[in-house]
């Protein structure tokens, strides 16, 4: 007896084993790190997949508001090339996506900004002025656990 024909659309095997939402801890200060976490959750949000990221320690220091310069707190800090700056003007060089196209590109794809109010308490940061281009929430680790997905994936950076 012939067999009936599977009519269902093929589903790769990433599709039936990768998270549903990708959780961020992003707790390193190195520059490096915070633009691959940028670079992750945006390819997240990019594929339909729910993003946040959870700022939190020296991590924290990306979504400070520009100083009375006028220059953007995460350009000051630290990188393999000496500072932030440095590095993402090289990375902008070599046609890599730089720091502010990715954030903008998370802002875009609507992944969730989270800051951690004990991170930045444990900094002297506590009611220091955030980024007014982000959509922020203020909380800490209980939020951002309520917020991860039970079958997600939490990362962290």
Known sequence: MPRKANTAPARSKAENTSPDKLSVVVFSGD???VHYALAIASAAAAI???????FTME???ALL?????GVASWRRMPAKAGTAGRADDALQRQGVAHFEEL???CVE???TFMVCEMGLRALGLEGAALRPDVPITAGGIVTFLNDASRTGAVVFV
């Open 31 to 33: 520059f490096e790190k």
């Open 48 to 54: 339909g997949r729910s993003a946040t990221l959870f």
């Open 59 to 61: 991590g924290a220091v």
């Open 65 to 69: 508001a520009p100083g009375s310069d």
């Open 103 to 105: 954030l903008a590109a």
């Open 109 to 111: 794809l609507e992944v």
